[in-house]
């Protein structure tokens, strides 16, 4: 790769399913201004996505005074599988994009190169840089938000696969006959362990019998959404459906672990994303304990580390601005 001028300045953007980050980074990682935007305006229109993200870069870069066309690349994180060569989100659907040139299109409108890659991919190359995955040379990565994006690390690369499609850790099948995913398939981790199959659950058993203290919470702070500082309120209050579906995604992320060092024999394995950022070990130890459970080689399993993301919401921006740096 060729040497990289110290001085230059990159822009990261993090783009999940319900909002996204843009940070202005320098070549070494330091973050010199962030702006955050809703996405969920923008769900089915990747167009208007792409005049979003293109504002809350401009955003970003007015804040850390660096004029957006001297940036010497972006890197974009998208939740869902795309097609790095292309430039193009194949399949978002918590976005609800397909087939979308988001390359090509913002590219235009900021002037400078733009790289896509997974969101999770990216936020796996930040926690590899500067954070849990520093040094490891085999690992995978679980992201738990909207829905549930992966990335293996092998051999201290990214791993894409045949097609560039590897890492879709979220739909790998752990239920057969399960609940109906967002790709429209039964059974994925994504349709048991994400937000938003908690929220699904917590409604559903709400009307079932008892209302959870999660729904009381989301209506007295106006949010729509169970988002993961509800749940930690609902934690706190001790809520019994909160804290019976918790732990039912816990059991269902430590299977789908296990599953993946099973096959792949990682040394780490990083969980992020706003639950695990916010609840921290309360979230990952249960997880950790299913999934060492379900090791097949049990005589030295503690030796895979299952540890929470340290670089928290920064990962997936920073993770895109080395994207940038590492390919323009």
């Given at each position: 790769?060729?040497r990289?001028?110290s001085?230059?300045?990159?822009?990261?953007v993090?783009?999940?399913?319900?909002?996204?980050i843009?940070?202005?980074?320098?070549?070494?990682?330091r973050i010199?201004?962030?702006?955050?935007?809703s996405?969920?305006?923008?769900k089915?229109?990747w167009?208007?996505?792409?005049?979003?993200?293109?504002?809350?870069?401009q955003k970003?870069?007015r804040?850390?005074?660096v004029?957006?066309?001297?940036l010497?690349g972006?890197?974009?994180g998208?939740?869902g599988?795309?097609?790095?060569?292309?430039?193009v989100?194949?399949?978002?659907?918590n976005l609800g994009w397909?087939d979308a040139?988001?390359t090509?299109?913002?590219?235009?409108?900021?002037?400078?190169?733009?790289?896509?890659?997974?969101?999770v991919h990216v936020?796996l190359i930040?926690?590899?840089a500067?954070?849990?995955?520093r040094?490891?040379?085999?690992a995978v990565?679980i992201?738990?938000?909207t829905g549930i994006?992966?990335g293996i690390l092998?051999d201290?690369?990214?791993?894409?696969g045949?097609?560039?499609?590897?890492?879709e850790i979220?739909?790998?099948?752990?239920?057969v006959?399960?609940?109906?995913c967002?790709?429209?398939?039964?059974g994925?981790a994504e349709?048991l362990?994400?937000?938003?199959a908690?929220?699904?659950?917590?409604?559903?058993?709400?009307?079932a019998g008892q209302?959870?203290?999660a729904l009381?919470?989301?209506?007295?702070?106006?949010?729509?959404?169970?988002?993961?500082s509800?749940?930690?309120?609902?934690?706190?209050?001790?809520?019994p459906?909160?804290?019976q579906?918790?732990?039912r995604?816990?059991?269902a992320?430590?299977?789908l672990?296990?599953?993946?060092v099973?096959v792949l024999d990682p040394?780490?394995?990083?969980?992020?994303?706003?639950?695990?950022?916010?609840?921290?070990d309360l979230?990952?130890g249960?997880?950790?304990?299913?999934?060492?459970?379900g090791?097949?080689?049990?005589?030295?399993?503690?030796?895979?580390?299952?540890?929470?993301?340290t670089?928290?919401?920064?990962?997936?921006?920073?993770g895109a601005?080395?994207?940038?740096r590492d390919?323009?």
């Amino acid at each position: 790769m060729p040497r990289k001028d110290s001085n230059e300045i990159y822009a990261g953007v993090d783009l999940g399913g319900t909002s996204m980050i843009a940070a202005v980074v320098t070549a070494k990682g330091r973050i010199l201004a962030s702006r955050e935007a809703s996405t969920e305006a923008v769900k089915g229109d990747w167009a208007a996505a792409v005049d979003q993200i293109a504002d809350t870069i401009q955003k970003a870069c007015r804040k850390a005074r660096v004029r957006p066309a001297t940036l010497s690349g972006v890197g974009v994180g998208a939740a869902g599988a795309v097609d790095i060569v292309k430039g193009v989100v194949v399949s978002a659907p918590n976005l609800g994009w397909s087939d979308a040139p988001v390359t090509r299109a913002l590219s235009r409108k900021l002037g400078v190169d733009v790289h896509l890659d997974n969101d999770v991919h990216v936020a796996l190359i930040g926690e590899h840089a500067l954070g849990a995955a520093r040094g490891a040379k085999n690992a995978v990565a679980i992201w738990v938000g909207t829905g549930i994006g992966g990335g293996i690390l092998v051999d201290g690369r990214l791993h894409y696969g045949s097609r560039g499609s590897a890492g879709e850790i979220g739909h790998m099948v752990i239920q057969v006959d399960g609940p109906i995913c967002g790709c429209g398939r039964r059974g994925c981790a994504e349709s048991l362990s994400s937000r938003t199959a908690m929220e699904r659950d917590v409604r559903a058993l709400s009307e079932a019998g008892q209302r959870s203290a999660a729904l009381r919470i989301m209506d007295e702070i106006g949010k729509t959404r169970m988002t993961s500082s509800v749940i930690q309120k609902a934690i706190d209050e001790t809520d019994p459906i909160v804290l019976q579906v918790l732990a039912r995604a816990q059991k269902a992320i430590g299977v789908l672990v296990s599953n993946l060092v099973n096959v792949l024999d990682p040394e780490l394995v990083v969980i992020g994303g706003g639950i695990a950022e916010r609840l921290g070990d309360l979230f990952v130890g249960p997880i950790r304990q299913f999934a060492y459970e379900g090791f097949i080689r049990q005589s030295d399993r503690e030796t895979v580390r299952i540890v929470t993301s340290t670089l928290g919401d920064r990962a997936g921006a920073l993770g895109a601005a080395f994207m940038a740096r590492d390919r323009s």
